[in-house]
């Protein structure tokens, strides 16, 4: 038996795992991951413990990293529109915007001509419209390339999406958020901030907190403990039996969770720690 039998530890990865945000904000290359995660994590799973990263960034845009972060469990994918094992190469779970949302997204860019749009498909494809810096800057930390396009009909963009994201200043977001709240079919889709200049638009039931849930289930633990630092985490922080978030959290995310260091610290490693002082292990 080790410690944390029966645990799954799911994490987000920006700015939680690894500090990334002044490489969206600014450009250039990611940081080196801190040796403390890497290390607390190996421990973590060497004990019992099933850990796996739940991230709004595509599969195709995750790839890079799983060769680098020990896991032992699929990681949530696309802000929990899917599930996907980077051992196996396939999907175990996903909830996928359909036909339906394709007049939905042009009525959003119409509105709001500001902003740029990503389209991520299931496998690798990453489709831009209305191309900007902002889609540059998300391309050196992703390292996707992708396909620009100059139109949304079918013969151009073919569904279904994992997810559609919308990239631009602070203040066009905000417009964009407010249009979409106020359209009839609003309860079709999850909307939220993954960073300042990121809103993503995903099916129903497709958040982290709920994909998170299902991936539990599915692998037979009976403790859930998630960490993440934004608002698109917060919906798994509430979902989890055991919640952390890094110093360098918004401020919303630390009504729901235990604060430790910042991410850049090795934020990870606190938590465990914290969670093997807890166990009395």
Known sequence: MGKFDGILFLSDFDNTILYTA????????????PQRNLDAIHYFMQEGGRFGVATGRA???????DAIVPTNAPAVVYNGGGVYDYKTGEYVDTLFLGE????????????????SLEMFHADDLLQVYNESKWNEKHTQLTGMGYEVV????????????SKALFLGEEEDLKKAAAFIDAQPWRDQYELIF???????????????????RRLMERLGCRTLVCAG???NDISMLVAADRAFCPSNAVPEVKNYATEVCHCKDGA???MI???EKELGA
């Open 22 to 33: 002044d490489t969206m904000k600014n450009g250039g290359a990611a940081p080196e991951m």
């Open 59 to 65: 599969m195709a845009a995750f790839r890079q990293y």
């Open 100 to 115: 339906s949302a394709r007049p939905h997204i042009a009525a959003v860019m119409e509105a709001n001509p500001a902003v």
């Open 150 to 161: 100059t139109d949304l009909s079918p013969e151009s963009v073919e569904m279904p999406l």
């Open 194 to 212: 993954s960073s300042t200049y990121l809103l993503e638009l995903t099916a129903k039931g497709a958040t982290k907190g709920n994909m998170c």
């Open 229 to 231: 630092d934004h608002m």
């Open 268 to 270: 990870i490693a606190d």
């Open 273 to 275: 720690e914290c969670l």
